[in-house]
């Protein structure tokens, strides 16, 4: 029996979070997992702007996913295709979001968020 006056602090996390993305309001970088099976770690020290609009690829592809996101940072852009990434913005706006990275279509339903495709360019020559 757990007699302590306080319950537990839980997180803003729960195991039925969204798979495509997370939150985290003390991180000092973006954990971008990008398509081509590489992890980058990107400074918000270093962020730039967000832009999120209607995928052009819709107007070839009516499958294409519905919204992109470009993050930008001094030294690369991610952009990320999906749909209900309003949600993603607002983090941003935060610096709360600790990670994104794409998921199985089938997670699409159960979340308002889900994310397609995630790439990353480099803005300036990596050493």
């Given at each position: 029996?757990?007699?302590?006056a306080?319950?537990?602090?839980?997180?803003?996390?729960?195991s039925r979070?969204?798979?495509?993305?997370?939150?985290?309001?003390?991180?000092?970088?973006?954990n971008?997992?990008a398509?081509?099976?590489?992890?980058y770690?990107?400074?918000?020290?270093?962020?730039?702007?967000?832009?999120?609009?209607?995928n052009?690829?819709?107007e070839?592809?009516?499958d294409?996913p519905?919204?992109?996101?470009?993050?930008?940072?001094?030294?690369?852009?991610?952009?990320?295709?999906?749909?209900?990434?309003?949600s993603?913005?607002?983090?941003i706006?935060?610096?709360?979001?600790?990670?994104?990275?794409?998921?199985?279509?089938?997670y699409?339903?159960?979340?308002n968020?889900?994310?397609?495709a995630?790439?990353?360019?480099?803005?300036?020559?990596?050493?």
């Amino acid at each position: 029996m757990n007699t302590n006056a306080n319950p537990p602090t839980a997180s803003g996390l729960s195991s039925r979070d969204n798979p495509c993305y997370g939150r985290d309001a003390t991180v000092a970088t973006l954990n971008v997992f990008a398509d081509d099976e590489r992890s980058y770690q990107l400074p918000y020290a270093q962020f730039l702007y967000a832009e999120r609009i209607p995928n052009p690829a819709l107007e070839k592809d009516a499958d294409a996913p519905p919204e992109r996101l470009l993050i930008a940072f001094a030294a690369a852009k991610v952009t990320v295709l999906g749909s209900g990434l309003g949600s993603l913005e607002r983090t941003i706006q935060k610096y709360e979001l600790k990670f994104v990275k794409s998921a199985d279509r089938r997670y699409a339903r159960a979340f308002n968020t889900d994310v397609a495709a995630v790439v990353i360019s480099y803005t300036k020559e990596v050493a």
